[in-house]
């Protein structure tokens, strides 16, 4: 048999036509079936045999900041697929010098299939999203960041395997990273824990939504001050930066508040033995991380990373 017939690779059909703003617009089997797709679309690809489901379609892709990983992932997605990424940098485009967001989506809308957008404001997004007559995809906001937690889990499923009950710790800002990694972990019927420094918690609307959909799929949502405690019996440790890009002037005051929040060894000698280390990079090494960590045995950052370009393929087929 050929591997095509028995690796399954259909879209998930639901989403079709659908946008990516956050996981809490999906349900928790559409997240179950996108990640089962995103296995079987990476194992074709190692075998050299990814599957042109999006042939002769092209992304757009707006960055109003740096990126390294969404950029790369996404343009390498949509080539393996048998479409085309297009990058820009909302500098470049019209929206950069005040043409609205309602003109820009129909625009684009006309020669796009779909648009992934890398924006300071989820506001922005959703205004966009509302006026396209295209798929958007959230490549990060202030608020969210959907694509990281589904590569995310993808990488966790590989490493643990199943994992309802598992416990998920995060260590920081309760960020955009945060956010979507909870959902994440949310729907996939996760224990999590979040240890932040007071003032620095997860907004609190999104919490609440978090702890709901958690204890609906099995799991449970702590939120606490205390990192030892968030840590203790882990199976995943996971951290992201203190300043996120555009908090450039907290620097100071962010470094100082996030001093005893340093994922190191001490901290992780209350998770389990096995525990497993992710970050969603760039990462600021004796920071946020020690090198111990991140260049350890139990840091799978890397498969991480490499696990957004199969996640997002699955995103993008099944939207496009
Ligand atoms: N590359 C992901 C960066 C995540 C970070 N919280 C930020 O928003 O800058
Ligand atoms: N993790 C992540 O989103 O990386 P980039 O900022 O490099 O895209």
Redesign the pocket.
């Known amino acids: 048999m050929k591997l095509l017939e028995w690796v399954n690779i259909k879209p998930v059909e639901s989403l079709k036509g659908k946008d990516l703003l956050t996981l809490f617009d999906y349900s928790t089997e559409e997240v179950k079936e996108l990640l089962e797709l995103a296995k079987n679309l990476k194992f074709l690809t190692k075998e050299g045999k990814c599957p042109p489901l999006l042939a002769g379609k092209t992304l757009g892709m707006i960055f109003e900041?740096h990126?390294t990983?969404?950029r790369i992932s996404f343009e390498v997605g949509m080539q393996q697929l048998g479409g085309y990424g297009m990058f820009m940098h909302s500098r470049d485009l019209q929206i950069g010098r005040g043409e609205s967001v309602y003109d820009t989506a129909h625009v684009l809308s006309g020669y796009l299939d779909g648009i992934m957008i890398r924006a300071n404001s989820h506001q922005m997004v959703e205004e966009l999203a509302e006026h396209a007559q295209v798929p958007v995809i959230n490549g990060?906001t202030?608020l969210f960041?959907p694509c990281?937690a589904l590569a995310d889990m993808l990488t966790l499923q590989e490493v643990q395997g199943e994992l309802a009950g598992k416990k998920l710790t995060y260590i920081g800002?309760g960020?955009?990273?945060a956010h979507s990694l909870a959902i994440a972990a949310a729907h996939l019927g996760m224990h999590i824990a979040i240890a932040t420094p007071p003032g620095y918690e997860p907004v609190e609307w999104i919490a609440e939504k978090i702890s709901k959909l958690a204890i609906t799929n099995g799991g449970s949502l702590l939120i606490t001050t205390d990192p030892v405690k968030a840590v203790e019996g882990a199976d995943c440790i996971y951290t992201?930066?203190w300043t996120?890009?555009?908090q450039e002037e907290e620097t100071q005051a962010r470094l100082k508040a996030f001093q005893s929040f340093q994922v190191n060894d001490a901290l992780v000698a209350h998770a389990k033995t096995d525990y497993a280390f992710l970050h969603?990079?760039?990462a600021h090494r004796e920071e946020e991380v020690t090198a111990s960590l991140i260049d350890g045995p139990n840091s799978y950052v890397f498969q991480q990373a490499e696990n957004r370009l199969h996640a997002q393929k699955a995103v993008l087929a099944s939207l496009l």
Request: with cysteine; proline share 5%.
């Open positions: 900041k990126s990983r969404t990060l202030d960041h990281q800002d960020n955009n990273v992201d930066v996120s890009m555009g969603c990079l760039p």
